[in-house]
């Protein structure tokens, strides 16, 4: 069974730095990319970018480019996300999901982390 | 703001047909495949359509996918209350050489 397990939420302040992390089951984690998406509060959905942990390809969102960290570390099936200084705008619930670049698919969501940052 | 475009909300009463549109460009829906996602109130986005109009395993055939040009189109038939959720499209955009979302329909089943 396919599963993508996230970090528990989190609580921080202006400026602070943060890793939250996703790890994978189930399947062969250096054979799929893994997409970083954002929801914040009341709103849709949004790509972040997404990393192949086979080589560590990574493409950001132009967005998000310069604002966050993808990473991954393939002997522990796990991918990251990070910030170096977080504001009251990053906000927000994270997730992870298991992406099919041919086809645009995400066909796995990790269950979440919701991240809040507050003074 | 959204690079695909979605109606914020729908509706219908139990039992009936309801459709989603999701219109974009020919540089994503139009020379990509179109996926489609629920989310439940407080819980994660599942796949719900992909390659335009396959449903995974699991998936009833109540809910359907097309796709003519630059839009795509969810259907569902037979509504249940328990289709109340949050509704999104999504594909790849070549020009931002990333992966894109419309922005959401929420339905309603009155």
């Known amino acids: 069974e396919v599963q993508l397990v996230q970090s528990g939420a989190e609580v921080k302040k202006p400026g602070e730095s943060l890793k939250i992390s996703c790890k994978g089951s189930?399947?062969?984690?250096?054979?799929?990319?893994i997409g970083w998406v954002r929801q914040m509060p009341g709103k849709g959905l949004e790509w972040m970018g997404i990393?192949?942990?086979?080589?560590?390809?990574?493409r950001y969102s132009p967005s998000f480019q310069g604002q966050v960290t993808i990473s991954a570390d393939k002997s522990i099936s796990t991918a990251y996300l990070q910030w170096s200084s977080l504001k009251a705008s990053d906000t927000a619930m994270y997730y992870c999901?298991?992406?099919?670049?041919?086809?645009?698919?995400?066909?796995?969501w990790g269950q979440g982390t919701l991240v809040t940052v507050s003074s | 703001q959204s690079v695909l475009t979605q109606p914020p909300s729908v509706s219908a009463a139990p039992g009936q047909k309801v459709t989603i549109s999701c219109s974009g460009s020919?540089?994503?829906?139009?020379?990509?495949?179109v996926s489609w996602y629920q989310q439940l109130p407080g819980t994660a986005p599942k796949l719900l359509i992909y390659?335009?109009?396959k449903r995974p395993s699991g998936i009833p055939d109540r809910f359907s996918g097309s796709k003519s040009g630059t839009s795509a189109t969810l259907g569902i038939t037979g509504l249940q209350t328990g289709d109340e959720a949050d509704y999104y499209c999504?594909?790849?955009?070549?020009?931002?050489?990333?992966?894109?979302f419309g922005g959401g329909t929420k339905l309603t089943v009155l």
């Open positions: 390659d335009n109009n």
């Open positions: 189930g399947y062969s984690f250096t054979s799929y990319w």
């Open positions: 999901a298991r992406f099919v670049v041919v086809t645009a698919t995400i066909d796995f």
């Open positions: 990393i192949y942990p086979g080589d560590s390809d990574t």
């Open positions: 999504g594909t790849w955009d070549s020009s931002l050489r990333g992966g894109v």
């Open positions: 020919s540089s994503n829906i139009g020379n990509n495949y």
